[in-house]
């Protein structure tokens, strides 16, 4: 029965911090006249220009604003008293001249104090009031009225007015009257060099400023810079914008202008002492020398006997032995000896040896060669050092339960002299697990609090170039690399003990700046268990769930794993963007295949089990087909406000040699990156209703997921978020072990498990520390009418009630999680 008053409650409940800050007048430290500014409006109903474009000419802007309501920042700032504060630091600069005056005495250094008090802190990072100012209203009139000039609308009007709401609030009104824009009518171009004019009029494609199109001073930027990376990339090593110029002719009439473009021929003084100028046609400049420093300090400290190394057209100094292969050197440079000089292949070479890995600072400089139009080059490359030992500790939380882990890490950056990167993590962790008999939450007794132990190594080497038996032809802009994993993990837990072993090789490579691929011929993952006696006793007696089985047996895959990515994120603009994944995998299917074939022709050679199984070192290895794709889409409203949707679905299929997902490969939901109101593999499958006893791992054959959070900043580094999640996990087919646990389309859609929640996170830049506490709003383990378990969050009687028929287990409304970086 839904309680409408709980509910109520619960409302009530989730808009309680809002309503606080609400409550309070953002406008009391307003003085006398003095009118908050609330909103700005543009009314622009005549232009085909955005309003957000507009805004930005804006030079009062109201308060920040969080939720897209409250002006939080505000709030902050105007819980300080600043009187009080002036005062307080008095006091406090007083007491600690009298304090320091008697260590003076003393004969004591006096002690400097960088205390900040409360209330300053709260003016830092707080954010004052905006208050209405006309005389800024009117300059921002002026700079909107400068913007439609250079948008095209000669004729146009901005007038700005302002609406006093109440006593302490302004609403200022920019009010735009506009003509129709002027177009361009005609391009001319006027290049006295006639190399330089035929290199800008060639590329007729990808100019900027067309007939026709509307005037727009951006488009002139556009065409300059177009220009200018043409000419820098055929040679033209001195040619800068600055040398284009633009002449406009806007009498013609009929709201058309004839354009100008120019290109001033290249300027040089006559002689240091005269102020005359000589004019010559631009240069174009070809590579000479390539010197390259692999093991550059500085300056300063360059002062070592140098050997010299001829490689081709290179010429490579080195202070002792050459610490790199000189293939991986040249094969990271894209300048090349009697090329032209093209920035394009500059910019290249420092993208591409920063992908190394292997180098501090890049720096490559042109000087005139002695001889005429040539120049030449010099890369200084400062290494990183070779090896490095880290030591890195991390809490835990799997499945609820807690725990501490700690790494030791050892990094070769150069293994084999070409750029290689080998890592040896050597880790072991403890955690806190249930025990089997337990029932409940409960974890009790010293040696039940940490029960579970992890260790082992893991080996991953990464080599910048592909290794392959033959050869592929591709750009090294690809940046191709080889990967080689391998891991050894040992656990022992009160029930069982696990040794999983992983081994991987793979190629990944990029398609574009925004596309990756990424392919594992061969990832190899073999898990022994061991369980114990009575663990097993009551698998054997109790559970009849293959998953679940299989899940506690020995099983062995090989698979082939595809990824492709697809990123428009651009670091250096905060601009919305989408992100894409999608994994292809197939396992066993190749190796069932050559069984079968073998066994044709030389029948008997392959055995099968009594269920029809092929074995692979005696244990039965797994054959199925998993595909998964990852989509989200972040967009950045402002500085201080983002939202993030994703949504995320897969389905795997086993089949003939192993009749279920292997454990590692089933799709599982809950935990910090995903339905954060659940604990990790707590949720579904479907409807699902675990019996409380003991609690195993729930998985599917497929998921489906959603995801809205969305993001703010609060103050300094710490920023806050809100968010609804949405999804579950399901079998592909009927389970009696798991009645409602199968995917039907006429019911999958009312057993969408959703959560909210809240989180803080604290950024670091190098990392990101998140606290996020999931609240779960909708079960679908309950009957159809009784999952908006929300209703019941104030209501004992059926959290009592719950307790009794789940052989003891408490219902948790709240999950809190602990996680580094984002969720996604």
């Keep these: 029965m839904i309680k409408q008053n709980t509910f109520i409650r619960c409302i009530c409940l989730v808009f309680v911090l809002p309503v606080l800050f609400h409550a309070c007048n953002p406008a009391k430290k307003l003085n006398g006249e003095e009118r908050l500014l609330r909103k700005n409006f543009v009314i622009n109903k005549e232009t085909k220009l955005e309003n957000n474009d507009i805004e930005d000419y804006i030079k009062q802007k109201p308060n920040r604003k969080i939720f897209l309501l409250f002006r939080f920042h505000l709030w902050l700032y105007n819980q300080a008293n600043e009187e009080r504060v002036k005062r307080k630091r008095i006091l406090h600069d007083q007491k600690r001249e009298r304090k320091n005056a008697k260590r003076v005495a003393k004969g004591k250094k006096p002690k400097k104090s960088d205390r900040q008090l409360f209330g300053e802190w709260l003016l830092n990072i707080g954010e004052p009031p905006v208050i209405y100012d006309s005389l800024l209203a009117e300059k921002s009139a002026k700079q909107i009225r400068s913007f439609l000039n250079n948008k095209g609308y000669f004729i146009n009007s901005v007038r700005d007015s302002v609406y006093f709401r109440g006593k302490k609030n302004a609403e200022v009104y920019y009010i735009i009257r506009a003509s129709e824009p ?158 032209l000089y093209q920035l394009q292949n500059v910019d290249d070479s420092y993208k591409r040896l920063s992908e190394l890995k292997a180098f501090k600072t890049i720096n490559i400089s042109f000087d005139q060669a002695s001889k005429g139009d040539y120049l030449d080059c010099k890369i200084q490359l400062s290494p990183i050092y070779k090896q490095s030992l880290t030591v890195e500790t991390e809490g835990t939380n799997t499945s609820g339960n807690l725990g501490i882990a700690s790494s030791i890490v050892f990094q070769n950056r150069n293994l084999l002299k070409g750029a290689e990167v080998l890592e040896l993590r050597l880790k072991g962790g403890i955690a806190a697990q249930q025990v089997f008999g337990s029932s409940g939450d409960n974890i009790s007794g010293a040696a039940n609090q940490f029960n579970t132990i992890e260790l082992g190594p893991e080996l991953n080497i990464t080599i910048p170039r592909f290794l392959l038996p033959f050869t592929i032809r591709m750009s090294k802009k690809a940046n191709p690399k080889t990967i080689f994993t391998s891991s050894m993990i040992y656990q022992k837990r009160p029930d069982y003990t696990r040794y999983i072993t992983n081994l991987s090789f793979g190629y990944t490579w990029k398609e574009s700046a925004k596309k990756r691929h990424t392919i594992n011929p061969l990832v190899i993952n073999f898990v022994k268990v061991f369980l114990s006696p009575t663990f097993k006793n009551y698998l054997e007696q109790n559970v009849h769930d293959l998953y679940t089985l299989n899940s506690f047996s020995n099983h062995l895959s090989t698979s082939t794993v595809y990824t492709f990515t697809f990123n428009e994120q651009d670091l250096s603009k905060d601009v919305n963007f989408s992100f894409f994944k999608i994994n292809g995998e197939s396992s066993g299917n190749i190796l069932r295949g050559i069984y079968n074939t073998v066994n044709q022709i030389q029948p008997g050679t392959f055995k099968k089990d009594e269920q029809g199984r092929y074995k692979l070192l005696d244990v039965v290895y797994s054959q199925y087909l998993r595909i998964d794709g990852d989509y989200r889409y972040y967009f950045n409203s402002n500085e201080i406000n983002k939202v993030v949707f994703r949504f995320a679905a897969g389905i795997g299929v086993p089949l003939r040699n192993f009749t279920s997902l292997p454990f590692e490969r089933s799709f599982f939901s809950g935990g910090s990156n995903g339905m954060r109101a659940w604990q990790s593999r707590t949720l579904g499958p479907g409807s699902y209703v675990d019996d409380g006893v003991y609690s195993f791992d729930q998985f599917g054959d497929g998921q489906l997921e959603g995801n809205i959070e969305y993001r703010f900043k609060m103050f300094k580094m710490l920023n806050g978020a809100v968010f609804v999640d949405g999804g579950n996990v399901w079998l592909r087919q009927k389970n009696i072990s798991k009645p409602g646990g199968d995917f039907e389309f006429n019911r999958f859609y009312k057993e969408i498990a959703i959560g909210s929640g809240a989180g803080l996170r604290a950024d670091f830049n190098f990392f990101v520390l998140r606290l996020d506490v999931g609240l779960k709003v909708r079960d679908p383990q309950f009957p159809e009418t009784q999952r908006w378990v929300i209703n019941h969050l104030f209501d004992p009687a059926w959290k009592a009630e719950y307790r009794e028929t789940h052989n003891g287990r408490k219902y948790s409304f709240f999950v809190f999680n602990i996680g580094i970086n984002y969720p996604f």
């Design 182 to 339: 002027y177009t361009i009518n005609h391009v001319e171009y006027r290049i006295p060099d006639e190399q330089v004019a035929y290199y800008v009029l060639n590329d007729t494609a990808n100019r900027k400023i067309i007939k026709g199109e509307n005037y727009d001073v951006d488009a002139f930027h556009a065409e300059r810079a177009r220009i200018t990376a043409e000419l820098n990339n055929n040679g033209y090593f001195f040619f800068s914008k600055e040398y284009i110029y633009y002449e406009v002719d806007t009498t013609i009439g009929t709201k058309k202008v004839n354009v100008t473009l120019g290109i001033k021929k290249f300027a040089k003084k006559y002689s240091e002492t005269s102020d005359s100028v000589v004019e010559s046609n631009h240069r174009r400049y070809y590579i000479n020398n390539i010197l390259i420093e692999p093991d550059f300090v500085s300056k300063k400290f360059d002062n070592y006997t140098k050997d010299t190394l001829r490689v081709e057209d290179y010429t490579i100094i080195h202070s002792s032995r050459l610490r790199y292969k000189t293939k991986v050197l040249l094969g990271a440079i894209f300048i090349r000896k009697g090329e």
